[in-house]
């Protein structure tokens, strides 16, 4: 998947349903399975699939319950976190019981595509999403999208004096006023589009500068209420945590405003939640057909009337009006085949950030 300007001003996009903004979809190990099926269709004997599910539960499930009751196939779910499941998935190899594989930040789809573990996406779902949300190998495919952003305070930060880049942060005259999640995926799937775009040395320089001049928080959330409280003047998170907070009290949010960097920087980075069916999956039909339903219009619909606010990015479907649109954004070009987490994590750790 190419995040190019270009094909990013051409795609109609939505936003998503994600409860809990959190950087998993629930515990790890927690497990559901989707009720009976439905008047739409008849289940083939055995069509029952597993789904590791590292995307946000409530969402993930809704497109459970909807994919049930129009095809009947039941479907088995399995919550964790990003890197928890892939790394489970590659320990399981060939063993897997896992059907399809969902997440939240394409790093870990790039781990388990490394390791050889994912089939074919199928062509339906492959035809729903556009190539800007596909990776460049077409092994699994784009099912929602989050836009990088600087949240700032906005009695302690002129829009005017904001940094005009990511890689600005480095700078000394930071020092202290800025925050972030570095444990957490988001924040390091962030880092890994740095790599690729910016190069070794310059993301190594850039997170040592970030551990002199920056707050650790847990969670973006939490960043982001520091934000709104004054602790730090600005945080570097994803965007629907506002949006989220904004449409429910928006008490954690209320001081805050949102800077998008644009112009191809670092910091207008888009983050694709990738989908992947896996090579030991005994169901490889209804696995396809699970993601072909999830990037279609139905199941990007849920995303588009939810409450999250992510972006959807297949079939069509279109924005919450309150988001600003994809094409917008001006992100760069970034190839989620190519994002490296394990690499990531090393220059985190070289950095004193882990």
């Known amino acids: 998947m190419k995040i190019r300007s270009k094909a990013l001003a051409g795609v109609a996009v939505a936003a998503v349903a994600a409860l809990g903004l959190s950087a998993c979809g629930g515990g790890a190990g927690s497990s559901s399975t989707s009720g009976s099926a439905g008047s739409a269709g008849t289940a083939a004997a055995g069509d029952t699939i597993t789904v590791y599910n ?33 790394q489970q998935l590659i320990q399981e190899g060939k063993n897997s019981p896992a059907d399809v594989f969902l997440t939240e930040n394409s790093p870990a789809m790039s781990a388990v595509e490394n390791a050889g573990l994912f089939a074919d996406p199928g062509t339906d779902a492959k035809n729903n999403v556009p190539e800007a949300y596909r990776p460049s190998t077409g092994k699994w495919v784009g099912i929602a999208a989050r836009s990088t952003v600087l949240a ?115 910091g207008a980075f ?38 999250s606010f992510e972006y959807p990015v297949g079939s069509g479907v279109t924005a919450n009006p309150k988001l600003v649109p994809l094409g917008d954004l001006q992100a760069p070009a970034v190839d989620a085949a190519k994002l490296n987490s394990k690499q990531v994590t090393d220059l985190m750790t070289q950095a004193g950030l882990l």
């Open 152 to 266: 700032y305070n906005k009695d302690k930060v002129k829009e005017s004096d904001l940094p005009k880049s990511l890689m600005d942060l480095s700078n000394s005259a930071w020092k202290g006023r800025w925050a972030a999640s570095p444990s957490g995926a988001d924040f390091q799937a962030i880092v890994s589009a740095m790599l690729q775009l910016k190069g070794e040395s310059a993301t190594l320089d850039w997170l040592k500068a970030m551990k002199d001049n920056s707050k650790s928080y847990k969670g973006n959330s939490t960043a982001m209420k520091a934000v709104n409280a004054g602790e730090v003047d600005m945080a570097v998170i994803y965007h629907y945590y506002y949006f989220g907070d904004q449409a429910k009290t928006g008490e954690n949010s209320k001081n805050v405003a949102l800077h998008y960097f644009k112009n191809q920087d670092p």
């Open 54 to 86: 590292a995307q946000h539960q409530e969402l993930t499930q809704a497109w459970v319950d909807a994919f049930t009751k129009a095809t009947g196939i039941k479907v088995n779910l399995r919550n964790g976190d990003d890197s928890e499941m892939a």
């Open 270 to 307: 888009v983050s694709v939640s990738g989908g992947g069916v896996l090579a030991s999956s005994k169901h490889q039909a209804a696995a396809q057909k699970f993601l072909a339903f999830v990037t279609g219009a139905d199941g990007q619909k849920i995303l588009q009337t939810g409450s």
